[in-house]
């Protein structure tokens, strides 16, 4: 599975972007996504993931209610919308697949076997 990752860019603070994770490849729909971030100097951290039916999402609590994972298989992409933008959500963006996720798993990067290429995403105060 190849993953390709769009839709960053600079926006103010209180603004909203949408990221787009389109994936290549077969059986994209028997993946879950997961949503990470890198901010400069930092550690990887987990934003959002979505189960492979678009039914269990999961969220980290630095986005919860701003942030908004979806599905749509049939067009084998990943939509990640944010609102009410922070600086501190300021970061390369990376999209992510693995084979299921639990409550327990969505949130450990290291058992995502795919990753997109990150879209920079940076807001201004």
């Known amino acids: 599975v190849q993953l390709q990752a769009s839709g960053g860019g600079l926006v103010q603070a209180g603004g909203s972007l949408r990221l787009s994770c389109v994936a290549s490849?077969?059986?994209?729909?028997?993946?879950?996504v997961g949503w990470f971030r890198q901010a400069p100097g930092k550690e990887r951290d987990f934003v959002a993931a979505?189960?492979?039916?678009?039914?269990?999402?999961y969220y980290a609590e630095s986005v919860k209610g701003r942030y908004s994972i979806a599905r749509d298989n049939a067009k084998n992409t990943v939509w990640l919308q944010m609102n009410s933008l922070k600086p501190e959500d300021t970061a390369i963006y990376y999209c992510?697949?693995?084979?299921?996720?639990?409550?327990?798993?969505?949130?450990?990067?290291?058992?995502?076997?795919?990753w997109g290429q990150g879209t920079e995403v940076t807001v201004s105060s």
């Open positions: 979505v189960g492979w039916k678009n039914i269990n999402s």
């Open positions: 490849g077969r059986a994209f729909s028997t993946y879950a």
């Open positions: 992510a697949v693995r084979g299921r996720i639990t409550t327990a798993t969505a949130r450990d990067d290291k058992g995502y076997d795919y």
